[in-house]
């Protein structure tokens, strides 16, 4: 069994001298348990357990939370907060149109701004999130990309000539969508991650609400009020939604950090992990 495979079995301890000891061991496991690592050491010279890093149980492994760990996590959620803040204050000047406002006049004027700043935090995001399946996280990074080009094409080759914001002109012309809504399909599969692993209420609704909009005004089968209030909803949830990562534990954003870690080992050793598991499971069974 190779040292990489090893520390994704054994106990805290002996992953810890096997990090000592090992210094050709692949530089991923040792970045992903150098944490766990410094933890037992503190505890074996007399620190309090509550003073050590946490460790969890994963499928392929024990694993903790690490400083980078935690960096990321605020970046995920602080790019949910960006698309979401964006998409609020761009989606009020809907509701108040027919406003004096100067504040919404400064809105109307920057609703390209507020659309890209969103979009970038959805792409910060979608960059960082945490799916099992690699293949569907790059399915939506790609929908997120498709959809970028296609907001800039549309711009520069419709828009723009038009004498119009792109946000302006995808309102006035429905059939836009298709160049936007691949970005806003990667915020739908985004939301019904969220919904699907954390039961969320409001992400589940979220996965209706958006692509409902989006087709009913490239279909033209919704009216104006039928539409202002779908975006409505879209807007309260978007706001909760966002608000309410910042509830959760860090730890639910990461997941079972142990899988990635086996996603990221060769495939030999991965088989010989597989192996291992399958014998102690064996054993204890017997």
Not at 40 to 67: D, L, N
Not at 111 to 123: E, K
Not at 207 to 220: C, E, K, Q, W, Y
Request: with cysteine; hydrophobic share 45%; proline share 5%.
């Amino acid at each position: 069994m190779t040292t990489a495979t090893a520390t994704l079995i054994l106990p805290p301890l002996c992953v810890a001298k096997c990090l000592f000891q090992q210094p050709n061991l692949p530089p991923i496991i040792r970045r992903k348990y150098r944490t766990s690592c410094r933890s037992v050491k503190c505890q074996a010279v007399g620190q309090s357990p509550e003073s050590t890093a946490a460790v969890y149980q994963g499928v392929y492994g024990p694993w903790s939370i690490e400083k980078p760990d935690v960096q990321e996590v605020i970046l995920y959620r602080s790019g949910l907060v960006t698309a979401a803040s964006s998409f609020v204050i761009a989606s009020s000047a809907a509701f108040l149109r027919n406003s004096d406002s100067g504040v919404i006049d400064l809105i109307g004027r920057n609703l390209d701004l507020l659309y890209g700043l969103g979009g970038c935090g959805l792409g910060i995001s979608l960059y960082l999130i945490h799916i099992y399946v690699t293949e569907i996280k790059r399915a939506l990074q790609a929908l997120w990309a498709i959809g970028a080009v296609g907001s800039f094409a549309a711009y520069a080759a419709l828009a723009h000539p038009a004498g119009k914001g792109l946000v302006e002109y995808v309102v006035e012309n429905p059939v836009a969508v298709w160049f936007v809504g691949p970005l806003f399909a990667a915020l739908t599969g985004l939301v019904f991650k969220e919904g699907l692993c954390y039961g969320k209420l409001e992400a589940a609704v979220l996965t209706f609400i958006i692509p409902s909009l989006l087709l009913g005004h490239l279909t033209g089968l919704m009216d104006e009020g039928t539409k202002l209030s779908l975006l409505g909803v879209w807007t309260a949830l978007f706001v909760v939604f966002a608000g309410r990562k910042f509830t959760q534990p860090i730890k639910d954003d990461i997941g079972d950090k142990s899988v990635f870690i086996f996603n990221a080992l060769p495939q030999q050793e991965k088989e010989a992990l597989i192996r291992k598991i399958e014998q102690q499971t064996s054993q204890n069974l017997d």
